[in-house]
């Protein structure tokens, strides 16, 4: 996951609902510059809308951080419903990083 690209074909992003854990790591466009985050998980269908299944604000330790990394069940945080989905993190309405994943059964 990069600063408002998509990852890479070599990064992993199809995963099965079954994983316990996904791990990723978002290469922010700057640094935080706050003490907090907002997290989104958004279902995206073929056509391209987007739907959001999950926001949270993260507290974040060091505002000067411009990578962040996390690992935790995502088909928790999305029904385990498999589906294309879109994650990003923003602050102050901007972008910082967003990548694509596939949950598949």
């Not at 003490?35 to 974040?60: F, P």
């Not at 990578?67 to 385990?80: G, I, P, S, T, W």
């Amino acid at each position: 996951m990069t600063g408002s690209q998509t990852p890479s074909s070599s990064d992993a992003r199809s995963f099965k609902t079954t994983y316990p854990e996904i791990a990723w790591s978002a290469d922010l466009t700057r640094a935080v510059g706050a003490t907090s985050i907002e997290w989104v998980l958004a279902s995206q269908s073929a056509s391209g809308t987007e739907r959001v299944t999950w926001s949270q604000e993260l507290d974040i330790s060091n505002p000067d951080s411009d990578l962040l990394a996390n690992k935790l069940d995502l088909a928790f945080f999305v029904d385990d419903e498999p589906g294309t989905y879109v994650m990003r993190y923003i602050e102050g309405g901007e972008v910082l990083a967003e990548g694509t994943f596939t949950l598949v059964e």
